[in-house]
C-alpha cells in the first residue's frame, strides 16, 4: 500500500503496456493506489469544470491563473516555517494549508489593488501572479541553501506529479474537490443568478460580492487540491479548458456545467490512467493535453458554434446570395447575356433554375417565381432604407429571405403601395 | 592591474547584473502598452509558451546553442499569440480565457516533450524557463585592465548577454521609431486608423515585441521575472503620472532600480545572514518591482492612498469650515451677533467641532470669546457667499428642476459647497422667502 506509483511503475512498465494492463487500469482494478489517484483526478476533474465554468461565466478565467501562481509561497513558507518547529515539513496537510493561505492573500491583493488603485484588472493578476511566485522562487532557493532540509518534493507543486503520490495523499485531493463540488452545487442557483445579472440578483437579496467571494474560495480549493497532481501551473487550464469547450456546445447554463464537469472528468480519468499506463507520463500535461484536445474537437465540431459548423453557414449564405443576384439580374434584364460562372450555371440547372446551361438561358417557371420574389424584396429594402434609414439595421443581410418576416404588415404595405405611387412596375411587387 | 575585489564582481556580477537591467528596461518599456492596452497578461501566455518551441528545437538540432533555441522559442511564441487571435476570433471566446487555453496547452505539451526527452538523457529542465539562472553568467576576468578590452575577452562575453544588449537597443529604437502610432494605437485605434496608422499592424509588432523580450529573457532570468518586469514597472509608474510619456520614463526609472536592488539583495542579504549561497535574483527582482507597485499605490504624490485621503480630508474639512461660518451668518441674520459654540454642537455633522473651530479662527473667519464664537469682517463675507449660493441653488432647483419645496434644502446644502458657477438669480428672495444676500 505504501509502495509509490513511482516505484510500480519502474518495476512493471519499460514498454507499451499490454491490452490486460489498459482494461484493469481503466476498469480501476489495478491496485488501491493507483485506483484512489485515478478517481481523485476525476473528482479533481468535476470540480474544476463546474467552478471553471462559474468564473468563464464571471469573466475570471485568468483570476485562477495568478491564484495558483500566488500559493507558491504559502508552500515554501509552510515548508520553512513547520521543520523548526518538529512537524513533518512535507506533510501534505501542512503545505497545502500553506497553499490555502497565500493564495487568499493573493486574491486579497488582487481585490485591493482593484478597489483602491486606478490599475486594471489584468494588470492586478499580473503583479500578484509575478511577485508572489516571485516571493516563491526566493524561498525556495532559501530552502535550497539550508543544507539540513533539501526541497526535493516541493518541485512537485510546480509542474505535478502523480508518481510520488501516496494514499492518503489521493485521498486528501479526492475529498477536497469533492467538498468543493458539493458546495458548488448547493450554491448554484445563487451563483447563476448572479452570473447573469448582477442587478437581478441584488433586487431578490443576494449579495453578489458574497457570492463573488465564493467563487474565488472555490478556485482556491479546486487549485489547492490539484497542486501535487497537476501543478501550480497548469491547474489554471482544469479550470479554464472544460468549460471553454463546454461553451461551444451549449447556451444553456445547466447543461454547460454538466459538460464542463464530464469534460473536466474525462480530461483527469484519462490523464491519471495514462500517466500510470505509460512510462515518463507526466499526470498534470497529460490531464491538460487531454481537456486541450476535447476543446479542440468541440471548436471544430460544435453544432452550432463549431468552426466547420459556422464555415458550412457562411458559404451557404454566400452561396445563395449568387444564386439570388443571378437570378435577380436574369429577371430583370432577361436579354442582357450575363456572366455567369460555369459551376453557378450549372447549379442553376441542377435546382431548376435555367432551361439550359448556357450563360444566356432562360429562367424556368421556379427561376422567374424566385428571381421576382428577390427582386420584389430588393425593392422593398431600398424603399425601407430610404424612407425609414434611421431605425434600419445597417447590418441586416440584403438577400434575407422574406422581408416580411423582418418589417411588419403595415410597414409593407405603406412601402409596396410608396412604389406604386413612384410609377414603378406594379406587377413586379406583386407577390 | 586591476584589484581583486574588482575582479571578482567584473567575474562575477558584472554580467547578471547587466542582464538583469537590460531585461527590466526593455520589458519596462515594452509593458507601458500591454498595461494600457489591458493586455497585461499577454507576457505571461507567450513567456509560458515558449516551452514548446524550446525543447523541439533542442530536440531537432540536438544542439544547446542559443541561436537555436531562440528560433524555436521564438517560433512558439509567434505561434501562440496567433492561436489565442485564431481562438479568439473563430471560436468567439472569452480574450483571458481563449490566453488560458492556448498556454496552457502549449506549457503542459512542453513539459510532456520535455519528460519524453528526459528519457533519452537529455539534460535540459523546465525550471530555467521559470526561474532563470542569472548567476551562471560568469567569466573569468582577467587580471590587467588593458587584457580585459581585448576581443578575446569580448569573445567570452556569454551569448545571453549579448542577445539581451540587442535586445535592449532594439526595444529603445523601436518605442523612439513608432512613438506616436503606439501611443495613438494605444489609446484610440479608431482614431489610428483615420490618420493613416494601420492599428492592427501596430498590435502585431507589439506582440511581436513582447515575444522578443521574452525569448530574449527567458534562459538569463527566466519567464518570471519577464511577466513582473511587463507588468510591474508600467503599473508603479502609472499610478503615479497621466502623462504616458512621463509614464514612460518613470518605468524606465522603476525597472532600473529594481533591477540593481533586487540584485543587491540576493546576493549580500544572504551574506550578511550568513547564508551558504545566495539567493534567487530573478525572484528577488520581482519582489523589489512588486514592492515598488505597493509603494506607489500608497504614496504616489498624484493618484496615492495617502495623498487621496489628505485630499478628502481636507475637503471635508473645507465643507466644515463652511457649514461652520454659513450657520453663524444664519444667526447674525437674526441680530445675533455672538453664537454660544453649544448651540453648533446639534445642527453640525462633524465630529471634531473644535478642531473646525480652531481652523477657522487660524483663518481669521471667526473669533472666540468665552464659550461663544462671532465671525469677523471677513467670515461675514464668506458666510454671505456660502449662504447667496444655498438660497440660489434652492430657486434654481425650485423653479427650474421642479423639486417640491421641502426637499431643496438637503440638495441645496450640498449644491453650496461645489466650485461651479452660482445659479443665475432669479430673485432676490430664496424660495423660502428669506433675502439672498449680495453677491
Known amino acids: 500500500m505504501n509502495l509509490t506509483l513511482a516505484q510500480s511503475l519502474t518495476q512493471t512498465h519499460d514498454e507499451m503496456p499490454s491490452l490486460r494492463e489498459i482494461i484493469d487500469t481503466v476498469t480501476l482494478q489495478s491496485g488501491f493506489n493507483t485506483n484512489a489517484v485515478i478517481v481523485a483526478a476525476s473528482l479533481l476533474g468535476i470540480a474544476a469544470g463546474i467552478i471553471g465554468a462559474f468564473a468563464l461565466l464571471r469573466k475570471r478565467s485568468l483570476t485562477a491563473d495568478a491564484l495558483s501562481h500566488a500559493t507558491l509561497p504559502g508552500i515554501t513558507s509552510a515548508f520553512l516555517i513547520a521543520s523548526p518547529l518538529g512537524f513533518n515539513a512535507r506533510s501534505l496537510p501542512i503545505l497545502l494549508l500553506g497553499a490555502t493561505l497565500s493564495g487568499i492573500l493573493g486574491v486579497l491583493c488582487i481585490h485591493l489593488i482593484l478597489t483602491h488603485t486606478r490599475l486594471r484588472e489584468d494588470a492586478a493578476i499580473g503583479i500578484v501572479l509575478s511577485v508572489f511566485f516571485g516571493v516563491g522562487v526566493v524561498l525556495l532557493s532559501v530552502i535550497q541553501s539550508t543544507a539540513t532540509s533539501s526541497a526535493a518534493g516541493l518541485n512537485h507543486f510546480i509542474y505535478g506529479q502523480t508518481a510520488a503520490m501516496l494514499t492518503h495523499d489521493a485521498i486528501l485531493m479526492g475529498t477536497i474537490a469533492l467538498i468543493a463540488t458539493v458546495i458548488a452545487i448547493l450554491a448554484m442557483k445563487e451563483i447563476t443568478i448572479v452570473c447573469f445579472n448582477e442587478s437581478f440578483a441584488r433586487v431578490t437579496g443576494i449579495n453578489s460580492s458574497l457570492i463573488d467571494a465564493l467563487i474565488l474560495a472555490l478556485i482556491v480549493l479546486v487549485t489547492v487540491s490539484g497542486l501535487q497532481a497537476v501543478g501550480l501551473i497548469l491547474i489554471v487550464a482544469m479550470l479554464i479548458i472544460p468549460p471553454a469547450a463546454a461553451r461551444f456546445w451549449t447556451d444553456r447554463v445547466r447543461m454547460l456545467i454538466i459538460l464542463s464537469a464530464s469534460i473536466g472528468a474525462l480530461s483527469g480519468f484519462a490523464g491519471a490512467s495514462m500517466s500510470a499506463l505509460l512510462p515518463r507520463k507526466p499526470a498534470g500535461a497529460v490531464i491538460v493535453l487531454s481537456a486541450g484536445v476535447i476543446f479542440i474537437l468541440s471548436m471544430l465540431l460544435a453544432p452550432k458554434r463549431g468552426v466547420i459548423a459556422q464555415l458550412i453557414r457562411h458559404s451557404k449564405l454566400k452561396l445563395q446570395i449568387a444564386i439570388d443576384h443571378t437570378l435577380e439580374s436574369k429577371y430583370e434584364y432577361p436579354e442582357q447575356h450575363n456572366h455567369t460562372k460555369p459551376w453557378l450555371r450549372f447549379l442553376l440547372r441542377a435546382l431548376g433554375f435555367t432551361t439550359s446551361l448556357t450563360a444566356s438561358s432562360a429562367l424556368t417557371e421556379s427561376g422567374l417565381a424566385r428571381g421576382r420574389r428577390v427582386r420584389r424584396n430588393h425593392m422593398l429594402w431600398e424603399q425601407y432604407l430610404i424612407s425609414c434609414a434611421d431605425i434600419a439595421p445597417s447590418h441586416v443581410d440584403w438577400s434575407v429571405d422574406q422581408v416580411e418576416h423582418i418589417l411588419d404588415d403595415d410597414l409593407i404595405t405603406r412601402l409596396e403601395n410608396e412604389i406604386r405611387a413612384s410609377g414603378q412596375d406594379i406587377l413586379e411587387i406583386q407577390s | ?439
Request: neutral net charge.
Open chain 2, 1 to 439: 592591474m586591476i584589484s581583486e575585489t574588482l575582479r571578482q564582481y567584473i567575474s562575477f556580477d558584472l554580467f547578471p547584473l547587466t542582464s538583469a537591467i537590460c531585461v527590466a528596461l526593455s520589458c519596462g518599456l515594452i509593458g507601458n502598452h500591454l498595461v494600457l492596452r489591458k493586455q497585461s497578461m499577454m507576457g505571461d501566455a507567450i513567456s509560458h509558451a515558449v516551452l514548446p518551441g524550446l525543447v523541439a528545437a533542442f530536440l531537432l538540432s540536438s544542439s544547446r546553442s542559443p541561436t537555436v533555441m531562440f528560433l524555436g522559442a521564438g517560433a512558439s511564441a509567434l505561434v501562440t499569440v496567433g492561436l489565442i487571435e485564431l481562438v479568439k476570433r473563430l471560436g468567439r471566446v472569452e480574450p483571458g480565457a481563449a490566453m488560458g487555453v492556448v498556454f496552457s496547452v502549449m506549457f503542459a505539451l512542453g513539459v510532456l516533450m520535455l519528460e519524453q526527452a528526459a528519457a533519452d538523457h537529455v539534460d535540459l529542465d523546465a525550471d530555467c524557463v521559470l526561474y532563470g539562472q542569472l548567476e551562471t553568467l560568469f567569466f573569468f576576468a582577467p587580471s590587467e585592465w588593458n587584457q580585459l578590452f581585448t576581443v578575446d575577452t569580448l569573445r567570452q562575453i556569454p551569448t545571453q548577454v549579448s542577445t539581451l544588449l540587442a535586445l535592449t537597443v532594439l526595444v529603445i529604437l523601436f518605442k523612439l521609431a513608432l512613438h506616436k502610432e503606439l501611443r495613438i494605437a494605444s489609446f484610440d485605434p479608431g482614431l489610428a486608423t483615420t490618420q493613416g496608422i494601420h492599428a492592427g499592424l501596430i498590435t502585431v509588432l507589439l506582440m511581436v515585441m513582447t515575444a522578443a523580450c521574452a525569448v530574449a529573457s527567458f534562459e538569463a532570468v527566466g519567464s518570471i521575472l519577464v511577466i513582473a518586469m511587463l507588468i510591474c514597472p508600467a503599473a508603479a509608474a502609472r499610478l503615479c503620472t497621466d502623462r504616458l510619456s512621463t509614464q514612460i520614463k518613470l518605468s524606465a526609472v522603476f525597472a532600473v532600480t529594481a533591477a540593481i536592488l533586487g540584485y543587491l539583495l540576493a546576493s549580500f542579504v544572504p551574506e550578511m545572514l550568513s547564508m551558504p549561497s545566495s539567493l534567487n535574483a530573478a525572484g528577488m527582482i520581482s519582489v523589489v518591482a512588486g514592492s515598488l507597485v505597493a509603494l506607489a499605490a500608497v504614496a504616489s504624490p498624484s493618484h496615492g492612498l495617502i495623498a487621496k485621503s489628505r485630499r478628502q480630508r481636507s475637503l471635508q474639512r473645507t465643507v466644515a469650515i463652511e457649514d461652520l461660518i454659513g450657520l453663524l451668518y444664519r444667526a447674525t441674520e437674526t441680530g445675533q451677533s455672538q453664537t454660544p459654540i453649544a448651540a453648533l454642537a446639534g445642527a453640525m455633522h462633524t465630529k471634531d467641532l473644535n478642531q473646525i473651530i480652531q481652523s477657522a479662527a487660524r483663518q481669521t473667519l471667526i473669533t472666540q470669546t468665552n464659550d461663544s464664537l462671532k465671525l469677523t469682517d471677513q467670515g461675514l463675507a464668506a458666510g454671505a457667499k456660502i449662504i447667496r449660493r444655498h438660497r440660489l441653488w434652492e430657486g434654481y432647483l425650485v423653479d427650474q428642476a421642479n423639486i417640491r419645496l421641502d426637499n431643496v434644502h438637503d440638495l441645496a446644502e450640498q449644491l453650496e459647497h461645489l466650485p461651479t458657477n452660482e445659479p443665475k438669480a432669479q430673485s432676490q428672495t430664496d424660495p423660502h422667502g428669506r433675502p439672498v444676500p449680495p453677491a
